[in-house]
């Protein structure tokens, strides 16, 4: 108990904020955000769609080049649904997912210093544990390496399962005829 003790004492201390007058909180030039594509899926376009929402300086859609044939197919596709926002295909010489993109996020966090690095992630949810834990391994991974990235924010951009099958099995609202008074 002595050890947990001394280990939230520690961690308490380094994020502690500093005597009242000191507390100055950096804000960061511009935004620059980087949407991860592992393949081009409907949570994939959730991320990008929620990305472009938050208005950032700047905004590249960010794929791993791991199999050649799978990264023109996805190019072909991101022409074809004419996507606004740039594919990025990092190479991967040892087909690693996550190194290239930690690399890469990693160096635009040290070429621009002062601006905030977003990287949003599309995940699926699934309501079967496993299901989940089958689908995003790497992805947790890759979320894993980039949160212990310095100066990066990793937002997930959650895809619930059957999420647009319950959306199409929603009632529509009903339509009755206006009361004498009410304003239509």
């Known amino acids: 108990m002595t050890v947990v003790y001394r280990l939230h004492r520690d961690i308490d201390r380094e994020i502690a904020l500093p005597e009242e007058g000191e507390v100055t909180q950096r804000v960061p030039s511009r935004v620059l955000a980087l949407v991860y594509v ?50 990025r295909l990092l190479e991967s010489p040892y087909r ?14 040290r070429d621009h210093p002062r601006d905030m690095v977003v990287v949003y992630v599309p995940e699926y949810v699934a309501a079967n544990r496993f299901v989940r834990w089958v689908r995003n391994r790497a992805l947790n991974e890759l979320r894993s390496e980039l949160m ?29 005829p206006a009361q004498s008074g009410e304003s239509v």
Do not use: C, F, M
């Open 96 to 109: 690693e997912p996550a190194r290239p993109l930690v690399d890469y996020v990693g160096r635009l966090h």
């Open 38 to 87: 592992e393949h081009l899926d409907s949570p994939t376009l959730r991320a990008v769609a929620y990305a472009r929402a938050t208005r950032p300086q700047s905004i590249e859609a960010v794929s791993v080049d791991i199999n050649a044939d799978r990264s023109q197919e996805l190019r072909d596709a991101w022409r074809r649904h004419k996507i606004p926002v740039t594919l």
């Open 148 to 176: 212990r990235t310095p100066g990066v924010i990793v937002a997930t951009v959650p895809w619930q399962a059957d999420a647009r099958h319950k959306a199409q099995q929603q009632p529509a609202p009903s339509k009755r």
